[in-house]
């Protein structure tokens, strides 16, 4: 200890730390020039250290396991820095080392140096935290094997499942020296190839321009593919990415105009045509037949219901996906009516005519006209002054005549009570398409005369002829339906029934009643609406009389008559639309609509009491199974195949 505590002495005077000479045994004196000189054996290493912190101005941090003794035989001054180059000798003989710091180095152990960062730049956290690194070139497991053995214990290094991501928990500073580690292993073992694909541009013309602007590194190609017409690059992702900036702009839009036949399922191909062109172009006459100046065209093909397109390439997809959406399955309305009508006339009269003729003048007498089709006096007076018999009419009568030479005298009494009724009960159904009209009739059709004319000549009509007009009497039903997107139905209705009254009017012809509406009305599906009522409620009272005697007591009822009339009519139109999405709803519609046919066709069936002539059963063949049944039964006539009849034509196919 002797020896190195001279050694000490020696450093602190070199350094400038006495103000003279003292001869100290084992000590050389040196200048001010810090120079020293060292006769070191078996000296304590933290001791050392400490002399070269104070020689060279260096702080220091000891690891506290660094432990041992040092022997330097230094003859000759040591600057500084040289003592510092024996410092590094002694440590490294000792297995210790020096780990750079901000403020001071730390000496380690040799083995615990590789765990140890060699500084933290300004700014950075210091103390522990986790971190995300990702790898991209390198196989994970070979960086955790390189990397692991360069981490403390305490340090947490784990890799993601089926990803390229390492998650470390690590001081700061060694996170930094991890991950530029990291950075620098993971990099391409080979210049990655990349292919650069052209859809306007020529691939040759485009890599004649690329080689003339000698952007190409060495090591790098680039080449052409002519059969996909792309370019292929070997180099740095720089070289790539310049590359596939430059055959962007190249890649310009020529005349890349294409034409493409799309077939249309549902949509008329005329209407759609001319939707699609407004939509694309705000209008258009392509889709009437006229030559459409625009980029894009749309020609229809109405024999195929087909649609050809010529359009700009990048446009042709969008085209066709709006063709596509608009060319859907339509939605089908059942629309099912019920019109009910029931009218009732009631009709009713008394009266007395009587009169008396003389010297073939009528003398005088009674006589009243009700109507309802009744006989007057006068007519059957001459009747009977003829040697005729009397036609008095419908209903009850009783009555006399007498007649001597050319006077006369008879009367009768009539009376007539009459009910006419009616109903009318029809419930048609149709079906049509969204926003498609329908119309079902069920009439006759009826001959009118409006307007005849004829020549006369020498007395006679010549050339007579007549116009007819002829005119449908029965039930007629129109719709319109639209479906809405929340199920609701908008109906365009007009509904007429009409029938013959069984009348005639003065100017001749048949009287014919009508009841119309024409109405628009929205209904959800399968709900029921009333769409007109008509309650007619009437009666009416004719009286005649003879004034002053009709009023006597007893007799004057022979000088009055009177008729009543009084009718009612009710009239309702009920509808329900029934929306169908799909073949199934179809196919039980059908079938629900068939067996109620099969009923009342079994209803109306006439009935067969075994004599001649013999009444053949005419009912619907459906048993609600077999929707065919309709078309494969009963076309050959069994009466015919039992005695041999020529055969009737067979039976109907139909193939799917």
Same mark, same amino acid.
Request: net charge neutral; glycine share 8%; proline share 9%.
């Given at each position: 200890m002797t020896k190195l505590r001279a050694g000490i002495v020696? &450093?602190?005077?070199?350094? %400038?730390?006495?103000?003279?000479? *003292?001869?100290?045994?084992?000590?050389?004196?040196?200048?001010?020039?810090?120079?020293?000189?060292l006769d070191l054996r078996d000296a304590d290493l933290r001791s050392f250290v400490e002399i070269v912190s104070e020689a060279t101005g260096r702080r220091f941090v000891i690891e506290p396991g660094v432990r041992g003794t040092v022997t330097v035989l230094a003859p000759d001054t040591l600057t500084p820095d040289e003592l510092y180059e024996?410092?590094?000798?002694?440590?490294?003989?000792?297995?210790?080392?020096?780990?750079?710091?901000?403020?001071?180095?730390?000496?380690?152990?040799?083995?615990?140096?590789?765990?140890?960062?060699?500084?933290?730049?300004?700014?950075?956290?210091?103390?522990?935290?986790?971190? *995300?690194?990702?790898?991209?070139?390198?196989?994970?497991?070979? $960086?955790?094997?390189?990397?692991?053995?360069?981490?403390?214990?305490?340090?947490?290094?784990?890799? $993601?499942?089926?990803?390229?991501?390492?998650?470390?928990?690590?001081?700061?500073?060694?996170? +930094?020296?991890?991950?530029?580690?990291?950075?620098?292993?993971?990099?391409?073992?080979?210049?990655? &190839?990349q292919m650069v694909r052209l859809n306007n541009a020529n691939a040759a013309e485009v890599l004649a321009v690329v080689q003339s602007m000698d952007i190409i590194p060495p090591g790098a190609a680039v080449s052409a593919d002519r059969r996909s017409n792309a370019l292929v690059i070997s180099g740095p992702p720089e070289l790539v990415e310049q590359i596939r900036v430059l055959a962007a702009r190249l890649d310009t839009q020529r005349n890349n105009t294409v034409s493409h036949a799309v077939g249309l399922n549902?949509?008329?191909?005329?209407?759609?045509?001319?939707?699609?062109?407004?939509?694309?172009?705000?209008?258009?006459?392509?889709?009437?037949?006229?030559?459409?100046?625009?980029?894009?065209?749309?020609?229809? +093909?109405?024999?195929?219901?087909?649609?050809?397109?010529?359009?700009?390439?990048?446009?042709?997809?969008?085209? $066709?996906?709006?063709?596509?959406?608009?060319?859907?399955?339509?939605?089908?309305v059942l629309v099912e009516a019920v019109i009910f009508e029931m009218s009732v006339d009631g009709y009713a009269d008394l009266s007395a005519q009587f009169g008396a003729v003389l010297n073939q003048a009528i003398g005088g007498g009674v006589q009243f006209a009700l109507g309802n089709g009744r006989q007057s006096l006068t007519s059957v007076v001459a009747s009977l002054r003829d040697g005729g018999t009397p036609d008095i009419g419908a209903g009850g009568a009783i009555g006399g005549f007498t007649r001597s030479g050319d006077s006369g005298i008879g009367g009768f009494l009539t009376a007539i009570a009459s009910t006419n009724s009616t109903k009318l009960l029809s419930t048609p159904s149709i079906l049509t398409l969204n926003n498609q009209e329908a119309e079902i009739v069920v009439a006759q059709n009826v001959p009118f005369v409006t307007g005849s004319y004829s020549a006369t000549e020498g007395g006679s009509a010549q050339n007579p002829f007549q116009t007819i007009e002829r005119q449908d009497i029965g039930l007629t039903l129109n719709v319109t339906p639209q479906i809405n997107a929340d199920r609701t139905v908008k109906m365009v209705i007009k509904q007429e029934v009409s029938n013959l009254t069984n009348s005639t009017s003065n100017s001749g012809g048949e009287i014919t009643a009508k009841r119309a509406l024409s109405t628009t009305a929205l209904v959800r599906d399968g709900n029921v609406?009333?769409?007109?009522?008509?309650? +007619?409620?009437?009666?009416?009272?004719?009286?005649?009389?003879?004034?002053?005697?009709?009023?006597?007591? *007893?007799? %004057?009822?022979?000088?009055?008559?009177?008729?009543?009339?009084?009718?009612?009519?009710?009239?309702?139109?009920?509808?329900?639309?029934?929306?169908?999405?799909?073949?199934?709803?179809?196919?039980?519609?059908?079938?629900?609509?068939?067996?109620?046919?099969?009923?009342?066709?079994?209803?109306?069936?006439?009935?067969?009491?075994?004599?001649?002539?013999r009444s053949d059963v005419g009912t619907l063949?459906?048993?609600?199974?077999?929707?065919?049944?309709?078309?494969?039964?009963?076309?050959?006539?069994?009466?015919?195949?039992?005695?041999?009849?020529?055969?009737?034509?067979?039976?109907?196919?139909?193939?799917?």
């Open positions: 020696a &450093i602190l005077l070199a350094l %400038g730390f006495g103000s003279g000479a *003292v001869p100290v045994p084992g000590m050389t004196v040196t200048p001010a020039r810090a120079q020293v000189s024996v410092f590094l000798s002694v440590l490294e003989l000792n297995r210790l080392t020096i780990v750079d710091g901000n403020g001071a180095d730390r000496i380690v152990p040799l083995g615990v140096a590789k765990e140890l960062s060699a500084g933290v730049p300004p700014g950075l956290p210091r103390g522990f935290e986790t971190r *995300v690194i990702e790898v991209n070139n390198l196989p994970v497991a070979e $960086v955790i094997e390189v990397v692991r053995p360069l981490l403390p214990p305490e340090a947490v290094l784990t890799p $993601v499942p089926r990803s390229r991501l390492l998650i470390l928990s690590d001081r700061a500073a060694n996170q +930094e020296r991890i991950a530029r580690l990291i950075a620098k292993l993971d990099q391409p073992r080979e210049a990655p &190839i549902y949509a008329d191909a005329t209407t759609l045509a001319s939707v699609v062109l407004q939509a694309i172009e705000g209008g258009g006459t392509g889709a009437e037949g006229q030559p459409n100046d625009g980029p894009v065209r749309i020609v229809p +093909e109405a024999q195929t219901n087909t649609l050809l397109i010529t359009a700009p390439r990048e446009r042709l997809d969008q085209i $066709v996906a709006m063709i596509q959406y608009l060319d859907r399955r339509p939605t089908q609406i009333m769409l007109g009522g008509l309650l +007619e409620d009437g009666d009416g009272t004719v009286n005649q009389r003879v004034p002053g005697i009709s009023k006597l007591p *007893v007799v %004057g009822g022979l000088f009055r008559g009177k008729s009543a009339s009084r009718n009612q009519r009710v009239l309702l139109v009920l509808l329900r639309p029934l929306v169908i999405s799909n073949d199934a709803e179809a196919e039980a519609m059908t079938r629900k609509l068939a067996r109620e046919a099969k009923k009342a066709s079994l209803a109306l069936a006439p009935l067969d009491e075994g004599q001649y002539p063949p459906f048993d609600g199974a077999d929707l065919n049944q309709p078309f494969d039964v009963g076309i050959v006539d069994d009466f015919a195949q039992s005695r041999n009849f020529p055969p009737l034509p067979t039976r109907l196919r139909f193939r799917n």
